[in-house]
Each structure stands twice: as C-alpha cells, then as structure tokens.
C-alpha cells in the first residue's frame, strides 16, 4: 500500500512539475523577453557635415541641436522608450569623429531637456577632425531654429535584449 502511496506522489508530483513549467515556458518566452527589453532604450546615430569656414564650437552647437531635437522625437514617437542615447558624428573633409553623446531617461529629459546637461563631450574630436579651436565662426543655431525636418534620416537602433531573468 505504502507503494502505491509513493507512486501516487510521484505521478501527482510530476503533472505539477509538467504544469508550472508549461506556466513558465509561456510567462518568459524568449521572445516577449526581448520585445520588453527592446522597447525600453533607443540608441540612435547621426552624422552632421561640417558646414564651410564652420568653427568647431559652432559644429558642437549644431550637434547639440541636433541630439536635443532628436532625443525628443524619440521619446516622442514610443512611449515605451525609458531611455535613450544619441551619439552625433562630425565629419570633414573625409574625416569623423564623435563630438557628443547624449544618454538620458525620460523621467531626467521631463525634469530638464538640456543636451548639455545630459550629453558627454569628446575633446579629441576637434584634433581629430583636423579644426582648430579658433577656425574662422559664423553665428551658431540655437537649439529652438533647428527643425525636426532638418536631422538626417537614421535608422534607430534597439539595445540588445536584456536575458538571464
């Protein structure tokens, strides 16, 4: 009797086992995972062509625009979006270097939508990008003259999805 009792237990045991994995299996599917983890940051690159006898501080402007402008369409276009980071890349005459990126969450970019305050700056890239501190200056943009039709046309790439939970 005693047995039948075990194997009772052990048949019982198993079809819970089987249950909750089944439970399991469909509550972290591998591909809702990724969806989630995907839809929470947004990383996006754009390129900005030196403009002639631009000075560096007025291409730094202008890539400073162009993420602030770009970072709110972001968050704009998908609700979902928790965070992003958008790095701008200058080029002249050939050459590209990052001038900036801008990483910050929705919650900070609410409370304060300052690219300056949120974005990291690359020094090197004047040096790289051969343009002296001190080029020839024309008037910089301010971040509200610079439109949403104006940024190049990028694709959007989505983080990697986060695994392991």
């Known amino acids: 009797m005693e047995a039948k009792q075990r194997c009772g237990f052990t048949v019982w045991g198993a079809v819970v086992a089987i249950a909750f994995t089944s439970v399991l299996s469909v509550a972290v599917a591998p591909g ?5 983890a995907a839809a929470s940051a947004n990383r996006l690159t754009l390129t900005l062509e030196r403009e002639a006898e631009e000075s560096y501080a007025v291409l730094e402007r202008r890539a400073e625009a ?12 998908d ?4 965070s992003v980071v958008v790095t701008i890349v200058a080029e002249n005459r050939g050459l590209a270097a990052p001038v900036l990126t801008l990483q910050v969450t929705r919650e ?3 409370q304060l939508p300052d690219p300056q305050r949120w974005s990291t700056y690359y020094p ?3 040096a790289l990008l051969q343009l002296s501190p ?12 610079v439109q ?8 959007v790439e989505q983080a990697p999805a986060i695994t392991g939970f």
């Open 66 to 77: 162009a993420a602030r402008a770009a970072t709110q369409r972001l968050f704009d276009s």
């Open 124 to 126: 090197s890239a004047s």
């Open 79 to 82: 609700l979902l979006v928790r």
């Open 108 to 110: 900070q970019w609410r």
């Open 148 to 155: 949403n039709d104006s940024l190049p046309t990028v694709q």
């Open 32 to 36: 809702s995972a990724q969806g989630i």
């Open 134 to 145: 001190t080029a020839p200056a024309t008037s910089a943009p301010d971040a509200a003259s």
